[in-house]
Nanobody, 117 residues
Framework: QVQVVDFGGGLVQPGESLRLSCAAFGRTPLIYAVGWFRQPPGKEREFVASITWSGGSTDYADSVKGRFTIAKDSAKNTVYLQMNSLKPDDTAVYYC??????????WGQGTQVTVAS
């Protein structure tokens, strides 16, 4: 079984940065990739970024390209989402999830990111 725990959210002002963390536990060799998703208030959950567990391939939503960076620390089994130049539209609950090469099947509890002046 795989478990993921996401954390690191908070309240920041527009233009500031924040780094989210997603720590994986358990049978981590079963993980193919880790993704970050977000659910803005009143909207559906959307894809933000993903990285293969090998760290060799990343993918981003168009809305965050050039501002967000996903990276993995293999020694810590942790995936980070560095978010720069944050905008109010980035306000959402952010979730990380592990992918078993078929689907995202293990989800974190979510961490709130609020961007407001």
């Amino acid at each position: 079984q795989v478990q993921v725990v996401d954390f690191g959210g908070g309240l920041v002002q527009p233009g500031e940065s924040l780094r989210l963390s997603c720590a994986a536990f358990g049978r981590t060799p079963l993980i193919y990739a880790v993704g970050w998703f977000r659910q803005p208030p009143g909207k559906e959950r959307e894809f933000v970024a993903s990285i293969t567990w090998s760290g060799g391939s990343t993918d981003y939503a168009d809305s965050v390209k050039g501002r967000f960076t996903i990276a993995k620390d293999s020694a810590k089994n942790t995936v980070y989402l560095q978010m720069n130049s944050l905008k109010p539209d980035d306000t959402a609950v952010y979730y990380c999830a592990s992918n078993n090469n078929k689907e995202y099947d293990h989800w974190g509890q979510g961490t709130q990111v609020t961007v407001a002046s």
